[in-house]
């Protein structure tokens, strides 16, 4: 299956899916955060005849925006492709359903994420603290609001 | 019921690590029975950094040396994924001389790591000398660098839009000069310790991860490849030149201990397969482009992936505002985060002895762990 056929099966099949761009083998698609799982038990079942993995899942903060998006990348192994899924989480509603039981390494990068983030995934089984220090710990200090002490000298 | 009272209460915790020799800086949370471990906890983050926090206040020039910091074994590599990504956002062309000079350079940091790990690897099975003679012929790689960077260890060779420094006919002799080297040691490596029963011992059959564990842990590099998929996307997604070489890394199907290790032996002789087709090559011209210090990016996202020793390394970056000279988020997916998941699931019901052996073979660097 090629990139096109890969991103029409996506398109076909979930309902919120939104095309976004193709970047060389990697497609970007939008869904509503109500349908991340429903592509996670999609990409387990419905794609026997290729290896895939869970590359990624990762959080971007938009204060201007009043929301954040978090990404999940699936990679297609024979088929040579990426999927980018694009999630809008808004700030009122930092909460969106934990993947970890269809696939086991989202397990670490949701924890990563409600950690530096703080946001909460339903259903995880050990939210708990991780890489942060204790002074840091519970100040998400990914979010854009968090600022570093000691910036270095910015370029003119 | 008296039976359960009794095992229940044989049951002791204790962490394990991060001061433990066999350990790098994290550590495992041990439930033990005797010597049977019945739960694992990993805990990571004792050198927890904050790459990707510390590159937002930088600009993409400024940011070049943090993510060399990822890991500083495999110190090329890891750079050459981050340039990649600001190249494909900000849309430069990189010359092919420098595509070249980038490859025999990642070939040689990846040796390098590997050859560390190589030696690492035997000295947590016991056999010290061949950890003294493999990091004994690191030197030679530390002074190549050296010689082409002049740092032996963060190597920053690579730029923006190209390489730092050009090549010259005395590196090309030194790294002629290694590969002979290595071809000689690999044999005397592979006799010590690969035809060694205790180190057959301790690694056949130990430590195995199915290739549907391999999946569902998101494997990649060397460590998916010994449970039997090829996903070095040297080939499979080539970037870079690697189209113009051939070259076959290995896949096994055991999925243990030994194939990892077997693997890793194999893809120091694929690297140097690469660098023998790709040194007579190197084209003339220019070995880099000419790009502004403050260099301006449209919005945009880009997302760049490297094959590093260890495995698949990715770089996103995202600007949102037209002709930033800072990265907005720069995510760094270090293939060792995902490795290391693994140690809470494949250690139960292992023995307390097989602890470093089973870690160690994941090949997992603490640095590009927490990042």
Known sequence: MNVEELKKKFLDNIKTAQEEKIQDNQIFIKIDKEDIKTVSKFIKEQFDDVNKILEQVFAIDFPDRNEMEMIYTWWFIEYHALVHFRVILPYDDLKVVSIQDDWVAANWHERETWEMFGIDFEGHPNLKQFLLSDELFGKHPMRKSFKIEHNPEEAK | ?371
């Open chain 2, 1 to 371: 019921m008296t039976e359960n009272k009794e095992r229940s209460s044989s049951l002791v915790s204790f962490s394990y690590g991060p001061q433990h020799p066999g350990t790098h800086p994290y550590s495992l949370l041990l439930t033990v029975d005797g010597d049977r471990i019945e739960k694992v906890e990993a805990q990571i983050g004792y050198v927890h950094r904050g790459l990707a926090k510390q590159a937002e206040s930088r600009t993409f020039i400024q940011a070049l040396p943090i993510m060399e910091r990822s890991c500083f074994i495999d110190s090329v590599n890891h750079q050459f994924g981050y340039v990649m990504a600001v190249e494909k956002l900000a849309g430069i062309e990189v010359p092919e001389r420098a595509e070249y000079l980038r490859v025999i350079a990642a070939e040689l940091s990846r040796m390098n790591s590997l050859i560390s790990w190589f030696g690492g690897y035997a000295a947590e099975t016991g056999i010290n000398s061949a950890f003294m003679w493999a990091w004994k012929d690191r030197e030679m790689f530390l002074d190549l660098f050296g010689h082409l960077a002049g740092s032996r260890v963060s190597v920053m060779y690579l730029t923006i839009g190209g390489v730092r420094w050009d090549w010259n006919d005395k590196l090309t002799n030194l790294t002629w000069e290694i590969i002979d080297y290595m071809e000689e040691r690999l044999k005397i490596h592979k006799k010590l310790v690969m035809k060694n029963s205790i180190f057959k011992k301790r690694t056949k059959g130990v430590g195995v991860v199915s290739k549907e564990k391999a999946l569902e842990y998101a494997f990649t590099g060397p460590n998916l490849r010994a449970s039997g998929v090829q996903g070095d996307i040297r080939i499979l997604e080539p970037y870079s030149v690697y189209d113009h070489f051939k070259f076959t890394p290995k896949v096994m199907t055991e999925g243990d201990n030994w194939a990892r290790t077997m693997i890793r032996l194999h893809d120091i002789e694929t690297s140097m397969e690469i660098l023998k087709q790709a040194l007579p090559e190197i084209p003339e011209g220019e070995y880099k482009t000419k790009v502004p210090l403050k260099l301006r990016a449209n919005a945009g996202e880009a997302y760049a992936r490297v094959e590093l020793s260890r495995g698949v390394m990715g770089y996103y970056i995202r600007t949102v505002e037209d002709k930033s000279t800072k990265p907005y988020r720069v995510k760094i997916r270090g293939p060792s985060f995902s490795h290391f998941q693994i140690v809470e699931d494949i250690l139960v019901g292992t023995h307390m002895a097989d602890i470093p052996i089973i870690k160690g073979s994941l090949d997992v660097c603490p640095a590009d762990l927490d990042r």
